[in-house]
Nanobody, 115 residues
């Protein structure tokens, strides 16, 4: 199977930055995409950013220009650099890996942005 371990969440003031990391292990060959989703209280989980096997990236409109997704293939790790954070970015952030149309999820990491 696939295991995803996230790190890097925390509490930050508005305007600050955080970098999330997600280390993948297990059956991680033929990965179609990796990405980050988030879920705020009372809201549905939403895509934040994703990167495909071909290095195409996709961002939610609300984070374009502020967040950057990247990966280190040698470390099987994907990153989310989050700059200019806003209180509305507060959520649990989940790492996602899609492989053969099956989605795998990390345990989630809390990001809290204070105003």
């Amino acid at each position: 199977q696939v295991q995803l371990v996230e790190s890097g969440g925390g509490l930050v003031q508005a305007g600050g930055s955080l970098r999330l990391s997600c280390a993948a292990s297990g059956r991680i060959f033929s990965v179609d995409s990796m990405g980050w989703y988030r879920q705020a209280p009372g809201k549905q989980r939403e895509l934040v950013a994703a990167i495909t096997r071909g290095d195409s990236t996709n961002y939610a409109d609300s984070v374009k220009g502020r967040f950057t997704i990247s990966r280190d293939n040698a470390k099987n790790t994907v990153y989310l650099q989050m700059n200019s954070l806003k209180p509305e970015d507060t959520a649990v952030y989940y790492c996602n890996l899609e492989r053969f149309r099956v989605n795998y999820w990390g345990q989630g990491t809390q990001v809290t942005v204070s105003s």
